[in-house]
């Protein structure tokens, strides 16, 4: 990257504070663009889901490895939640989505219960494998709630053949949806469920090619604290299958952490180690040389975090990313940006100051896949409870074990948001919504810079300041003049 006329900061820059100035370009389509990652982990579009109580859990996970992405396990949850949840995302389908299934006998309140768990709002009633009927919220509007989802939902629904996706591909699953007029539909093999799969699912598995491991499954990270028996919650995560290893907190550069990472390493893993968060070429530095292959960069820019304005300490998201990559790149590592994204644009602006992945965390809390339950405020907005990881809440959490008056003296310090809500988009409420979003964002700029690859984007991008108006003047305006 390289700033636009030569031009060098007098101080250091947000993603608003700067703009990318389009260069001479040879692709002229977003899918020339090819956004997987070079830091080992697999991925093949540059998003990580942050490790938030609130953002990470089994279906998220699931839904952003099917389209490329990683998501990372939070340190809160008992390490045998963990092998769980690893297990069940590995064993998910690639391409089929899980659907939520019901029983003949459950009730209309249980299916909407379970409806809002899945961006596409359909369940599949089955009776020992048999798919009966498919039942949506439309179907059980003004029912009563002790009502069987037998009596009111779609019986015979248009179903699609697994072995007619595998052997005529996925257009063909695409023209039996069109054609039947449907946007769900179950997925069977020899009659029995096995997925689900939808018409833009089935469009989406075109252009995105999911995360997979070795062994074709998809991939799923976990972090690890650094406090306790480290080394033991190393092994037993890399026993549980886990394809990244994120040692996490928010202070990064401290003695702690690499006496952490130090434990990590005399486990010897075989899968990626990134460490964080940190915001200088110093912090890098010594966070690769206790073991790290990634640094996570970013203190302070999250939108759940209240670390500035309580202590004053962190940097400008975008310069440190610049600063801690470049740092990186010379000793042949990478680094993540963690926080600080709004806009499809950030994420791109990350990527050009040389990060290999953006990890996104408040943003995707509020979707369908977020482990929360679904709740509608005064208005009718549906939405889902957000907090910050260094919170009174997450804290309560994660000092489950200790006694009643530690977690007590603990709880008196708090940097972090405990509770916010985080409406649905109901333009985009799934996280594959904001994904297709994000990456069209991406792709477009790669097209602006000239850049097929993250590697080439980086090397190529040429970007300028801007003040508050200029970056204002790039703003739609939401309702017309």
Known sequence: MQFLRGQQPAHDLTYSDVFLAPSRSSVTSRLDVDLASSDGTGTTVPVVVANMTAVSGRRMAETVARRGGMAVLPQDLPLDVVAEVVDWVKGRHPVFETPVVLSPGDTVHDALHLLPKRAHGAAVV???????????????????????????????????????????????????????????????????????????????????????????????????????????????????????????????????????????RGVSPEVPVVAGNVVTA????????????????????????????????????????????????????????????????????????????????????????????????????????????????????????????????????????????MHLDPQRPGVEDLLDQITSGVRSAFTYVGARSVAEFAERAVVGLQSSAGYEEGRPLPGGW
């Open 126 to 264: 089955v009776d020992g494998g048999e798919v009966l009927g498919v039942v949506t919220a439309a179907d059980c509007a003004d029912v009563d709630r002790f009502t069987q989802v037998s009596a009111v939902m779609s019986t015979r629904p248009v179903s699609i053949e697994a072995d007619v996706v595998e052997r005529d591909g996925l257009e063909a699953a695409f023209e039996v949806l069109h054609a039947g007029r449907r946007r769900f539909a179950p997925v069977v093999r020899d009659g029995r469920l096995v997925g689900a799969l939808t018409r833009t699912g089935a469009l989406r598995s075109t252009v995105y090619a999911p995360a997979l491991d070795a062994h074709g499954r998809l991939r799923v990270a976990a972090a690890v604290g650094i406090n306790g028996d480290v080394a033991g919650t190393t092994k037993l995560l890399l026993a549980a299958g886990v394809d990244c290893l994120v040692v996490d907190t928010a202070h990064g550069h401290q003695d702690k952490m690499l006496e952490a990472l130090a434990a990590v």
């Open 282 to 421: 110093e912090g890098v530095r010594d966070l690769v040389a206790a073991g790290a292959d990634i640094a996570k960069v970013g203190v302070g820019p999250g939108a759940m975090c209240t670390t500035r304005m309580m202590t004053g300490v962190g940097r400008p998201q975008f310069s440190a990313v610049l600063e801690c990559a470049r740092a990186a790149a010379e000793l042949g590592k990478h680094v993540w940006a963690d926080g600080g994204v709004r806009h499809p644009r950030d994420v791109a602006l990350a990527l050009a100051a040389g990060a290999s992945q953006v990890m996104v965390g408040s943003w995707f809390a509020g979707t369908h896949e977020s482990p929360g339950d679904l709740a509608v405020d005064a208005d009718g907005r549906p939405y889902k409870e957000s907090f910050g990881m260094a919170s009174a809440r997450a804290v309560a959490a994660r000092t489950r074990a200790d006694s009643p008056f530690q977690r007590a003296r603990k709880g008196l310090f708090e940097e972090g948001i405990s509770s916010s809500r």
